[in-house]
């Protein structure tokens, strides 16, 4: 299930480059997930009929809104959809037929060939959390979140074994101006990580800035030839396309970057009530959304996304790890393996203010949820908290703890002479234990999945050491990954060829906070 | 899906006790889930067949001991094992075969027939923790549980709204002596709470105790006709069958009361490090105890019963909520299915000291993996902590709540127009927001659940009522049940005989404490 990262591509650079990788530590990241189990399925033949029909009907009768965005309608018309204003409807069947020249699957390349991850078809793979404007840590509380913090949660994310994705904005480092941000991002993921990662989508032009820095790290050719970027493309709902997100997607679509178009729901304000309803707007939204990216460039990578959560009625909230949110996400597994495409849900989802008990529970029921729902790329999948509003340092390494049991339930049974384990049976008989047995000899090391984190001790000695929680634990792991790190090795040419392009992009435009 | 408990069966007691009946509150207890969603399923046909053959042939070549007990023996021998000192080796297909005869669901009656649950079918019935010596809250910490702590579980049990059942021994009333405690449990079970509860199996005499004082409790005629309790029978795994758990398993099954039958499984010690050999065993285990049951009365109700856990290599500590036992949870499920019995398993089990973030994942990991596995009766379904060894009060609370999150989820996806919600999409539209329109005010009562625990307030309103964690809210929630509990009414004159069947008991034999 695990491999070691040891081929690393050289690129440029020379002996330097190569004696330095020598000489790196080498970090062991499990491969991303690949299901022997099968995907839980909620909706019967009938219902997927149903809300694909009025998936169809939404889009035909009602239309969605391109906004701001002239080229996009000019696109749409084209195609043979009805646009009005920006108001576009899109005839029945005609979405669906424009998605299907996207790919089932695609290969997005890190610069650690090992870490290349495949998205679609059975596999999973798991990146953190994306966008809160604060952090939070136990000696310090919660606060606004700085390009340190982001640095911080990359190296941590660089060490998490169950981590696949070095991810995007792993939270807004709102001390570096806002139209500066995603360069000094960027360069974070290239530089403090060797996993795959995401591009900038705050503006066409740092959707392009992405391009060209990768360009840099992987060479020109390499770009325009492999998908090296996976960008989060929401979509304002209820069936809204604003031109900053869809000018993200186009630069991307353009240079054949993959991007998640993703419904942004919280059901009941930007959506029905029902189950039923909020699939049905969700898969009207994805067809809209995905047919533009093969307008754009058909055979662009994309996946079906769907963030989805709902609201509590009494306070106006958003609530996470919640029933229907769930059952929206097994329904919304299947819509998407009917289009044959990768499938985005899911996370480390919690409303708490703090990693505490809250926290723990609706997380982890979404993050079961969305390994059996058959999620294919699951952002947020650690740090997430307080609906999103904050990373989590303690929760970061809680989470990808949790991550571990996600791989080994993924593995399912099997079934061969060694697991049927009739030696061992037969060799221990009623009364005896299995402890000592050739069997369990054998077998021990990788039998059981067991947490780096948790605490397994007798109660005496958990005493005598303090009867530490689950945060004090995940504290004391923070701080231990954090002073072991240790940087990847990167070609010495290319990180000066990155620093040289940070600092001339910087220059040449003053700063901006808004 | 829920329903206020009205109806009251009243038997002999007269006007006292119907008066007493008008003036009690009304209690809002869920009814019983009634899924609406599949079963997850790990094993494949061929997975399926392998195990099964491979039980046969544990009972066939290796056997089962039936420990200190001689009629056992005889009643095998009978049926056409062969037995061989205590150890008894069962013919392929003969003990699958006896086991057809046991139903495959039934009613356990409560006094409150609104509290009637049927064990079986597409059903989930949930019951408190069971078995430990420990309690704990956030006040007083860790402590030796006492009777005052048993009718505390009892109390909040009977509060909870999602759940079911009563229980058995929610936490080991220390404070009794060992061969008195079940006379005050049963007591405690049956004027403190209306909802169905189960019996004594230490001692056959404590079994035989529990079915005169449920005769005292439903009549003796309602004793004989129907089944009163559900009682936990555990076998001492590798195949072992002793005879306490047997004697008690015998009152039970002569008086058509339900037993579970039960392997207690820390995988890598009772069971082999394996998935699919530790389901070889549990199939066996339960193919020789449910046939058993049959052998002592054909018809009599019975549960296949799986407790699994795996072990920490490291440490030797049982852990919990882990994807092995998860594993084993889903396949267990598929075996009972096949047999047509009621099936029970997982629970909110943790390793961790306190109700924190550990005990939070743990417990939700195992909560969502016994829904999903076709689980028909879940003890342990709140309040467990410490590997069982402690009854937890904030936990108690805080699961109880999680409990309503699978009430929601069981009930899966309508698709009749209203659920379509095409209206509000068309009323809505592109950019608008669903709070106001006419669907969400029509639906928003039912439409989430909603946590009575957690906290959904925002952080500033959240800081100023003291930055609460999860733990602190149950604190708050406990007492707050605690001192608002008031008794179910009784008929005064079952509430006098049970006091003295109790007081004759005490009184006749000396206390005894080992």
């Known amino acids: 299930m695990t491999e070691a990262a040891t081929g690393r591509r050289t690129r440029g650079g020379g002996g330097a480059a190569r004696r330095a990788e020598r000489t790196a530590i080498s970090l062991e990241t499990a491969k991303y997930i690949e299901r022997n189990i099968p995907n839980f399925e909620v909706l019967t033949e009938e219902a997927l009929e149903i809300i694909e029909a009025n998936a169809e009907t939404v889009l035909a009768e009602i239309g969605v809104n391109f906004v701001n965005n002239p080229a996009a309608l000019d696109r749409w018309r084209a195609a043979g959809a009805e646009v009005e204003g920006e108001r576009v409807r899109i005839p029945r069947g005609l979405a669906r037929q ?27 793979v798991l990146a953190p959390v994306y966008g809160p404007p604060f952090v939070h840590d136990a000696e310090k509380g ?22 696949h994705h070095s991810g995007g904005t792993v ?23 060797d996993k795959p990662f995401m591009g900038s989508v705050t503006e066409p032009s740092r959707a392009q800035d992405s391009v060209d820095m990768c360009e840099i790290l992987f060479g020109k050719q390499f770009v325009q030839d492999n998908t090296v970027m996976t960008s989060l493309i929401n979509i304002n709902s209820p069936m809204t396309f604003d031109d900053t997100m869809m000018g993200a997607l186009e630069i991307y679509a353009a240079n054949n970057q993959a991007c998640v178009i993703s419904p942004f729901i919280v059901g009941g304000a930007m959506a029905p009530v029902s189950v039923a309803g909020t699939l049905t707007q969700v898969l009207a939204e994805v067809l809209a959304g995905i047919a533009y990216s093969q307008l754009v460039r058909a055979g662009a990578p994309v996946i079906f996304g769907a963030f989805v959560t709902s609201i509590d009625m009494n306070s106006g909230a958003p609530t996470f790890g919640t029933p229907e ?10 819509l998407a393996r009917r289009m044959g495409l990768p499938y985005r849900s899911a996370g480390s989802f919690c409303g708490s203010k703090l990693p505490d008990a809250q926290a723990a529970y609706e997380t982890s029921n979404s993050l079961n949820m969305g390994l059996l729902s058959g999620v294919n790329f699951m952002l947020h999948a650690c740090g997430w908290l307080e609906g999103g509003l904050v990373s989590s340092y303690e929760k970061f390494v809680m989470d990808a703890d949790q ?22 049976i037969a060799e221990v008989g009623p ?4 402890l000592g047995c050739a069997h369990t ?28 929680d689950t945060m004090a634990l995940a504290t004391q792991r923070v701080k231990r990954q954090l002073d072991t790190y240790q940087k990847p090795p990167l070609d010495p040419a290319i ?3 990155l620093e040289a392009f940070v600092a001339q992009k910087k220059a040449s435009v003053p700063d901006a906070f808004l």
Chains 1, 2 share one sequence.
């Open 171 to 193: 939270c807004e480092p709102t001390d570096v101006p806002v139209n500066k941000r995603h360069l000094d991002m960027l360069h974070a993921h290239m530089t403090l990580s």
């Open 495 to 497: 990180a000066e060829a």
């Open 441 to 468: 000899q054998a077998n021990f090391k990788t039998a059981f999945w067991r947490s780096d984190l948790f605490d397994y001790k007798p109660f005496e000695t958990w005493s005598e050491e303090g009867a530490r």
């Open 98 to 124: 424009l998605c299907s020249t996207a790919p089932a699957q695609y290969t997005q390349h890190a610069r650690n060939p090992a870490r290349n991850v495949v998205v679609g078809g059975k596999n999973l």
């Open 142 to 163: 919660r606060r606004y979140a700085t390009i340190e913090d982001f640095r911080n949660f990359v190296k941590l994310g660089y060490m998490s074994k169950w981590l």
């Open 403 to 424: 991550l571990g049991a996600l791989h080994h339930l993924a593995k399912g049974v099997q079934i061969d002479e060694n697991a049927q384990a009739m030696d061992a």
């Open 325 to 334: 949110a769930s059952l929206i996400t097994y329904g919304a597994g299947q």
């Open 431 to 434: 009364g005896g234990h299995y």
